[in-house]
Each structure stands twice: as C-alpha cells, then as structure tokens.
C-alpha cells in the first residue's frame, strides 16, 4: 500500500530536482530520471498548464488550423486535448529524449524533435501557424531568449501562446525581450492573463501569467 503523501513527496523531490539544475544537460537528466513517474505525480499536485493552455490557443486558433508547436511538450498531457478540439497537426519540442518517447505514445504529435530552446530551432522560417508552451519559462528552464527563434519559425499572423512563472519573469529579462520583438516589429501583444495558480492542490503560491503575442 503506498502510504499518503508519498507520491506528492516524490512530486515535489523531483520539481526541485529540475529548478535547481544549472545546465540544459542537467535539466535533461531530471526529466529523464522522473520521465516514467511524471505524469502520475505531477497529477498528484494538480499541475494544470498542460490542459488550461488548450483555453488560449483556441481563443486565438481556429481548429484544424495547423501546424501547431508544443515547445517544450514534455510527456505530451497537451497533444490529446488539443486533438480532441480539432487540432490535428501538432508537432512537439522537449530537450528530454526520455520524455518525447512517452508524448510519442500519445499518438497526437505527427513531429516530434529533441531540441533546446534558447539554440538554434531544427524547423525553417515561417513553418509554424502558432506555437504554445507551459511549465517552460519557469525556474532552471528556457532562458527568455529562446522566444526569439520561436517567433523565427512562426509565420506572419501567428500566435504565440506561453506562460512564464512569477519567480523568472522580472529577473528572466522576459519583459526586456517581448519589448525588444515589439520595437523590432516581429510581434504585438495580444492578450495577457492575471496571475494564477500552476496547481490546484500542492504549491499556492507557485503562479504563471499566459501571454498571447500576434506574429508580424
């Protein structure tokens, strides 16, 4: 019998595990390590980007539109729901090999790449109708600056659909960049969400906002 509490604690070892690491490689170890247990334990707080992110995207995207990218998709939570909206053409980002074989079990990603936000993007210019991502620009993750090369592979009259979590966004530099793509004409801000909880059970405090950036 699993005692109460132990699969929330082992939730939490791990959520620290990956905001303490210092290097892309080290974030890929973690999410390897924690990869098979993921989706079970991140249930266990109640973690619910992966599925609210669906809200805005289809705010902004009409379905079958496509494609689509998750950027750091992880183990996939998103793909399903998006495809039971209509949304079929999806194609995901993570830097954990060990994650992206899981989201590939989902059947919902059509494309599916080992990538790291912040580098150089294995997509051309312009391919992409949108791209959404949650749970990414947060503590030890993607810098700000891997927003640039996602609105590269975004086309004109695309969205940009992501969160970034309360503790990273003044000290990240995120505004510093979603002002310099403004000024530089590459997108304009769309819609911007209040702050709010990343889990329903476990972490009151933990709080992201959902940005939504029109592509030009």
């Given amino acids: 019998m699993v005692k ?15 905001y303490s690491a ?4 080290a974030v890929a170890k973690a999410y390897a390590d924690w990869a098979a247990s ?24 009409s379905a079958g539109e496509g494609p689509l990218l998750d950027a750091g998709c992880g183990t996939g939570l998103t793909g399903p729901q998006m495809t039971a909206l209509g949304y079929t053409d999806l194609a995901g980002l993570d830097l954990s090999n060990e994650m992206l074989t899981i989201a590939a079990g989902r059947g919902s990603y059509n494309d599916l790449k080992q990538a790291t936000l912040g580098e150089r993007l294995p997509w051309p210019d312009n391919h992409f109708r949108a791209f959404f991502s949650t749970g990414v620009f947060t503590m030890g993750h993607a810098p700000a600056s891997g927003l640039r090369d996602l609105v590269r592979i975004t086309r004109r009259g695309g969205h940009a659909v992501f969160t970034v979590r309360d503790q990273v966004f003044e000290k ?33 405090e933990a709080r992201v906002k959902t940005f939504v950036f029109e592509v030009l």
């Fill in 38 to 61: 993921y989706d079970s334990e991140t249930a266990s707080l109640g973690y619910l980007l992966p599925f609210l992110i669906t809200a805005w995207v289809a705010r902004h995207v």
């Fill in 172 to 204: 990240g530099g995120f505004q510093a960049v979603f002002d310099e793509l403004e000024r530089d004409g590459r997108w304009r801000p769309v819609e911007v969400s209040p702050w709010f909880r990343c889990y329903a059970v476990a972490e009151p």
């Fill in 22 to 25: 210092d290097s892309p490689q």
């Fill in 4 to 18: 109460p509490g132990t699969i929330v604690d082992k939730a939490n070892e791990a959520l620290d595990s990956v």
